[in-house]
């Protein structure tokens, strides 16, 4: 027994010096330090020709120049962002060349000039596999990009599309430094994750993996420099951990947190400890309605592009069942009960933050009545157990999404009651994330719940989503097997319209949104909403959608 | 002996083959692949996404990829003409061979979810804060446990005896992520007196300092991974103990007039410790394959937490890496169990 006690007395001692070290201090200079935590992995290249997701993103978008800049209000590509690599730009008048001109003032930071070879040598990458870069993406919409000078960069299109500008955007990459190197040795060089040759707002720290990566404040940017000594972005993996650490104060700044945390957040900032920001986001859920025949599925059109007959779905091939459909389900009802009242509706196909949005058509009403009466008209009768019939067929159907989604879940189980109320009866079925992309590419369903993630700046076109040449059985998108010719057309006006006035671009994806709500390809649903909130010592926080830190270089933290 | 071991290494090659193979055929007959990723974005072309599976070979024929996998793609001109491979450089429909060379030689490949970057620096940089954690957790569980158990089986039916057996049902009981959250929420977020995971200080500059001037950091993870030992040992041990205590020389050594401690501690513990030998091969491919929901828990960048994101992303190249060097490990650990237990254990001879 006593060598217990003395066994409980050592551990006790051990616990206490531990406890007595000191914890994580962020004592530097005078401008504070921004920490922000990601959920998910981390960063793991810095370079980039190799960075494809969110989290080298936003270390990459503070070391590197863009060609590119934007307007957060707009919410948009503009010309003329000091930052930006491209100051001006035309497009040739058949719509597929892009004549960009570069700033010639900008160097890296070992006094090396920007120019167009930087560039060049990206599109180089592009074109090359052995360089396992995933830029080979741009292989498939640009068709060349030339430097007639070193200020100069002529970017050829394959198709005429108003998204050429947007498209034209590879990096800008050191290539003084990767010349010497083989194609398919730049995905290990020792640069990727030491960039020590930049030119941005910040200049590279340190770089601990799935820990944290640091950047310091670079004196010799030439545009207004940042307050802040520094940024750090650290990773924490567990979601419940990184709110947790933003409300103890141990981060300063977050982007997103889960939608069932918003109102801890909220309740720090109505206590004056955070600010915080929500806007609606680019994560949109629906519901897809299969119009053809699920049992036969065809092509929308044919090799000549003449339209083949897909048969009717026995449920939803009638317009008047989609919008019962419709009207039946409440959706500001699903708002509250799958994401916390975290959502804004969507009347049709565009999210509410693109430019292109119809902002005077407004999402269709919860009408159950109105729902019931379109049933009724399009020839479906209550039967001995309540459930609609037509013609001896049941109103009865598979609702499939995505096991382990726990908003989806949430969504299909209030849509199945929704439309129990005016008597369709709904086989609600969870099965794998994969299994459903099967199902849906093949088009041998009835109707699913998924979602899409829209970029920023937003795309209005939607060519990929509901063309009828994107209606292709085992690979396209449109796999609601919509066919609307003039909707086609529209679309490809609206992508190729001579001078791409935005303007005149609206009205044209304006019809489309009307057509879209009368026909309802998908039941549009909402967008989940981002939140970008920031501790109340940070200074300068002032977000727009998807631009939290267009002002960053103002920030300041105090201690 | 060294024949013993010889051999032992030899009789393993198959069983690692046998492993490859069989993660080979459950990872590729899930359903997706690692390009079900792109399908969220709305603006993606069909042929950009065949585009992107074929970049990363993963359209070709289930043997040639393994094969691929295993010993490179410079063998293919035995097959003569050849359509699957799809690394071009010129563009001139003259494949480039011998871009990858197997893991026979080495190349793991690369991490389709890390951006493309080579598996085996993302494995290495990894491994350092693995097997830091996986060992303080196994120290935590050896240093508690023993005593724990030989305590417990000297006093057995006391109640320490029956606190100790409480503790072990308990700590069995309680998930790991309910346990992790909760300690972090008590030390972290409300007594503020450790850190709410990590593994070394947020700084700008300076790097990460050496361990023993972060074991704060340590100890929160240790706690909740080494848990799990102290209850698991300690059982084992009292067991073990309460087998040597009933022996005959336990009580020719009380017989002899010594003293009761000398006869537990020297007598009986050396003895009940033998069977804790065959413990060790597992718990070094323990130590070694990190610990998914403790690292994840903790924000531990070890190898748990890329093998979990592995699966998730279904990143091929990663996931037969961690299965490779897990199998290697636990191959490697049995071997090491079993001489060690032939060397202890004079009763056992090498055969």
Request: aromatic share 10%; charged share 20%.
């Given at each position: 027994?006593?060598?217990?006690?003395?066994?409980?007395?050592?551990?006790?001692?051990?616990?206490?010096?531990?406890?007595?070290?000191?914890?994580?201090?962020?004592?530097?200079?005078?401008?504070?330090?921004?920490?922000?935590?990601?959920?998910?992995?981390?960063?793991?290249?810095?370079?980039?020709?190799?960075?494809?997701?969110?989290?080298?993103?936003?270390?990459?978008?503070?070391?590197?120049?863009?060609?590119?800049?934007?307007?957060?209000?707009?919410?948009?590509?503009?010309?003329?962002?000091?930052?930006?690599?491209?100051?001006?730009?035309?497009?040739?008048?058949?719509?597929?060349?892009?004549?960009?001109?570069?700033?010639?003032?900008?160097?890296?930071?070992?006094?090396?000039?920007?120019?167009?070879?930087?560039?060049?040598?990206?599109?180089?990458?592009?074109?090359?596999?052995?360089?396992?870069?995933?830029?080979?993406?741009?292989?498939?919409?640009i068709e060349s990009v030339e430097a007639p000078d070193d200020f100069t960069l002529v970017v050829t299109h394959k198709v005429a599309s108003c998204n050429a500008v947007s498209q034209s955007s590879l990096p800008f990459v050191p290539s003084h430094l990767f010349a010497e190197v083989a194609p398919d040795k730049l995905n290990t060089l020792p640069y990727n994750i030491n960039p020590n040759v930049t030119a941005g707002l910040y200049k590279f720290g340190e770089f601990r993996t799935g820990e944290q990566t640091s950047l310091l404040r670079d004196d010799a940017y030439p545009f207004e420099k940042a307050k802040t000594d520094g940024f750090i972005y650290k990773v924490v993996p567990d979601q419940t951990v990184l709110v947790e650490q933003f409300l103890a104060g141990e981060t300063n700044f977050i982007d997103g947190a889960p939608v069932n945390r918003r109102s801890d957040v909220k309740a720090a900032a109505d206590a004056g400890t955070v600010k915080a920001y929500d806007f609606a986001g680019n994560s949109w859920d629906y519901l897809a309605l299969n119009f053809a025949d699920p049992t036969n599925p065809q092509n929308g059109l044919d090799k000549n592009g003449n339209p083949i007959d897909q048969g009717k779905h026995p449920l939803f091939g009638d317009i008047k069942v989609r919008q019962a459909i419709a009207y039946a389900i409440d959706v500001d009802s699903i708002i509250k009960g799958a994401v916390f009242g975290e959502g804004t509706r969507m009347a049709a196909n565009m999210i509410p933050t693109s430019w292109a949005v119809d902002k005077n058509l407004a999402p269709l009403p919860f009408d159950p009545e109105k729902s019931k009466a379109l049933l009724a008209e399009a020839g479906w009768k209550p039967g001995p157990d309540g459930i609609l019939t037509k013609d001896g067929v049941r109103f009865s159907f598979t609702l499939f999404t995505n096991q382990g989604n726990t908003r989806r879940e949430a969504i299909g189980k209030i849509v199945k009651d929704s439309l129990a109320a005016v008597g369709i009866e709904v086989d609600f079925q969870l099965i794998d994330f994969n299994v459903l992309i099967e199902r849906f590419r093949s088009q041998t369903y009835d109707a699913f719940i998924l979602g899409w993630r829209n970029g920023y700046p937003d795309s209005p076109d939607q060519t990929q989503l509901f063309a009828r040449t994107s209606d292709v059985v085992g690979s396209g998108s449109n796999f609601t097997s919509w066919s609307n010719p003039k909707v086609d057309d529209l679309m490809k006006k609206a992508l190729s319209l001579p001078g791409c006035d935005q303007a005149e671009r609206a009205k044209l994806y304006a019809e489309i949104q009307k057509i879209f709500q009368e026909e309802l390809p998908y039941i549009p649903m909402f967008v989940i909403n981002g939140q970008y909130a920031a501790r109340s010592t940070v200074n300068g926080f002032d977000p727009r959608p998807n631009e939290p830190f267009w002002n960053i270089q103002t920030w300041t933290v105090s201690q | 002996?060294?024949?013993?071991?010889?051999?032992?290494?030899?009789?393993?090659?198959?069983?690692?083959?046998?492993?490859?193979?069989?993660?080979?055929?459950?990872?590729?007959?899930?359903?997706?692949?690692?390009?079900?990723?792109?399908?969220?974005?709305?603006?993606?072309?069909?042929?950009?996404?065949?585009?992107?599976?074929?970049?990363?070979?993963?359209?070709?024929?289930?043997?040639?990829?393994?094969?691929?996998?295993?010993?490179?793609?410079?063998?293919?001109?035995?097959?003569?003409?050849?359509?699957?491979?799809?690394?071009?450089?010129?563009?001139?429909?003259?494949?480039?061979?011998?871009?990858?060379?197997?893991?026979?030689?080495?190349?793991?490949?690369?991490?389709?979810?890390?951006?493309?970057?080579?598996?085996?620096?993302?494995?290495?940089?990894?491994?350092?804060?693995?097997?830091?954690?996986?060992?303080?957790?196994?120290?935590?569980?050896?240093?508690?446990?023993?005593?724990?158990?030989?305590?417990?089986?000297?006093?057995?039916?006391?109640?320490?005896?029956?606190?100790?057996?409480?503790?072990?049902?308990?700590?069995?009981?309680?998930?790991?992520?309910?346990?992790?959250?909760?300690?972090?929420?008590?030390?972290?977020?409300?007594?503020?007196?450790?850190?709410?995971?990590?593994?070394?200080?947020?700084?700008?500059?300076?790097g990460c300092p050496p361990l023993y001037e972060r074991l704060n950091y340590l100890l929160l993870p240790t706690i909740v991974l080494g848990a799990g030992g102290v209850a698991g040992y300690s059982r084992y041990l009292r067991a073990s103990m309460l087998d040597v205590l009933g022996q005959d020389y336990m009580r020719t050594a009380r017989s002899k007039g010594l003293a009761e401690r000398v006869v537990w501690f020297a007598h009986g513990a050396r003895n009940a410790l033998i069977p804790l030998a065959t413990f060790l091969g597992p718990a070094i491919a323990f130590v070694w394959g990190g610990a998914f929901v403790t690292e994840t828990i903790f924000s531990w960048p070890g190898i748990g937490r890329l093998t979990l994101q592995s699966i998730v992303a279904q990143d091929y190249a990663m996931i037969m890496a961690v299965t490779v060097f897990s199998a290697l490990a636990t191959v490697i650990g049995y071997i090491i169990s079993d001489v060690l237990y032939a060397l202890i254990d004079p009763r056992i001879r090498f055969g």
């Amino acid at each position: 027994m006593k060598n217990v006690a003395k066994f409980l007395a050592i551990a006790v001692v051990f616990a206490l010096i531990m406890a007595a070290l000191p914890g994580a201090t962020n004592a530097q200079g005078g401008g504070g330090i921004i920490i922000e935590a990601t959920f998910g992995s981390g960063p793991n290249t810095f370079n980039p020709l190799f960075c494809n997701d969110t989290a080298c993103s936003r270390i990459v978008s503070f070391l590197f120049p863009g060609l590119l800049g934007t307007d957060p209000d707009q919410q948009n590509i503009v010309k003329g962002v000091p930052e930006a690599m491209a100051q001006d730009w035309t497009i040739s008048e058949d719509g597929r060349t892009v004549t960009f001109k570069l700033r010639q003032d900008r160097v890296w930071s070992d006094g090396t000039p920007i120019t167009a070879k930087d560039f060049l040598f990206s599109w180089k990458v592009a074109n090359d596999e052995t360089t396992k870069s995933f830029l080979t993406f741009y292989t498939g919409l640009i068709e060349s990009v030339e430097a007639p000078d070193d200020f100069t960069l002529v970017v050829t299109h394959k198709v005429a599309s108003c998204n050429a500008v947007s498209q034209s955007s590879l990096p800008f990459v050191p290539s003084h430094l990767f010349a010497e190197v083989a194609p398919d040795k730049l995905n290990t060089l020792p640069y990727n994750i030491n960039p020590n040759v930049t030119a941005g707002l910040y200049k590279f720290g340190e770089f601990r993996t799935g820990e944290q990566t640091s950047l310091l404040r670079d004196d010799a940017y030439p545009f207004e420099k940042a307050k802040t000594d520094g940024f750090i972005y650290k990773v924490v993996p567990d979601q419940t951990v990184l709110v947790e650490q933003f409300l103890a104060g141990e981060t300063n700044f977050i982007d997103g947190a889960p939608v069932n945390r918003r109102s801890d957040v909220k309740a720090a900032a109505d206590a004056g400890t955070v600010k915080a920001y929500d806007f609606a986001g680019n994560s949109w859920d629906y519901l897809a309605l299969n119009f053809a025949d699920p049992t036969n599925p065809q092509n929308g059109l044919d090799k000549n592009g003449n339209p083949i007959d897909q048969g009717k779905h026995p449920l939803f091939g009638d317009i008047k069942v989609r919008q019962a459909i419709a009207y039946a389900i409440d959706v500001d009802s699903i708002i509250k009960g799958a994401v916390f009242g975290e959502g804004t509706r969507m009347a049709a196909n565009m999210i509410p933050t693109s430019w292109a949005v119809d902002k005077n058509l407004a999402p269709l009403p919860f009408d159950p009545e109105k729902s019931k009466a379109l049933l009724a008209e399009a020839g479906w009768k209550p039967g001995p157990d309540g459930i609609l019939t037509k013609d001896g067929v049941r109103f009865s159907f598979t609702l499939f999404t995505n096991q382990g989604n726990t908003r989806r879940e949430a969504i299909g189980k209030i849509v199945k009651d929704s439309l129990a109320a005016v008597g369709i009866e709904v086989d609600f079925q969870l099965i794998d994330f994969n299994v459903l992309i099967e199902r849906f590419r093949s088009q041998t369903y009835d109707a699913f719940i998924l979602g899409w993630r829209n970029g920023y700046p937003d795309s209005p076109d939607q060519t990929q989503l509901f063309a009828r040449t994107s209606d292709v059985v085992g690979s396209g998108s449109n796999f609601t097997s919509w066919s609307n010719p003039k909707v086609d057309d529209l679309m490809k006006k609206a992508l190729s319209l001579p001078g791409c006035d935005q303007a005149e671009r609206a009205k044209l994806y304006a019809e489309i949104q009307k057509i879209f709500q009368e026909e309802l390809p998908y039941i549009p649903m909402f967008v989940i909403n981002g939140q970008y909130a920031a501790r109340s010592t940070v200074n300068g926080f002032d977000p727009r959608p998807n631009e939290p830190f267009w002002n960053i270089q103002t920030w300041t933290v105090s201690q | 002996m060294v024949k013993y071991i010889a051999r032992r290494i030899v009789q393993s090659i198959p069983t690692l083959f046998g492993i490859t193979i069989l993660t080979w055929i459950i990872m590729l007959a899930a359903p997706g692949g690692p390009t079900g990723a792109l399908v969220l974005d709305p603006n993606l072309t069909p042929q950009q996404r065949e585009r992107a599976a074929e970049v990363l070979g993963v359209n070709d024929p289930m043997p040639v990829q393994y094969i691929r996998w295993l010993i490179g793609n410079d063998w293919h001109w035995f097959l003569g003409p050849i359509d699957y491979n799809f690394r071009d450089r010129n563009n001139d429909g003259v494949p480039e061979l011998g871009t990858d060379r197997g893991i026979l030689r080495g190349d793991f490949g690369i991490s389709f979810a890390n951006n493309n970057r080579p598996v085996l620096p993302l494995f290495a940089e990894r491994l350092g804060a693995t097997l830091e954690l996986g060992f303080s957790a196994l120290l935590f569980g050896l240093i508690l446990g023993v005593p724990i158990g030989i305590t417990a089986a000297v006093l057995r039916g006391s109640p320490f005896d029956n606190a100790t057996r409480v503790f072990a049902v308990v700590v069995n009981a309680v998930p790991i992520f309910w346990l992790g959250l909760i300690l972090i929420l008590i030390f972290g977020a409300n007594l503020k007196i450790l850190p709410m995971g990590g593994r070394c200080p947020v700084v700008l500059t300076g790097g990460c300092p050496p361990l023993y001037e972060r074991l704060n950091y340590l100890l929160l993870p240790t706690i909740v991974l080494g848990a799990g030992g102290v209850a698991g040992y300690s059982r084992y041990l009292r067991a073990s103990m309460l087998d040597v205590l009933g022996q005959d020389y336990m009580r020719t050594a009380r017989s002899k007039g010594l003293a009761e401690r000398v006869v537990w501690f020297a007598h009986g513990a050396r003895n009940a410790l033998i069977p804790l030998a065959t413990f060790l091969g597992p718990a070094i491919a323990f130590v070694w394959g990190g610990a998914f929901v403790t690292e994840t828990i903790f924000s531990w960048p070890g190898i748990g937490r890329l093998t979990l994101q592995s699966i998730v992303a279904q990143d091929y190249a990663m996931i037969m890496a961690v299965t490779v060097f897990s199998a290697l490990a636990t191959v490697i650990g049995y071997i090491i169990s079993d001489v060690l237990y032939a060397l202890i254990d004079p009763r056992i001879r090498f055969g």
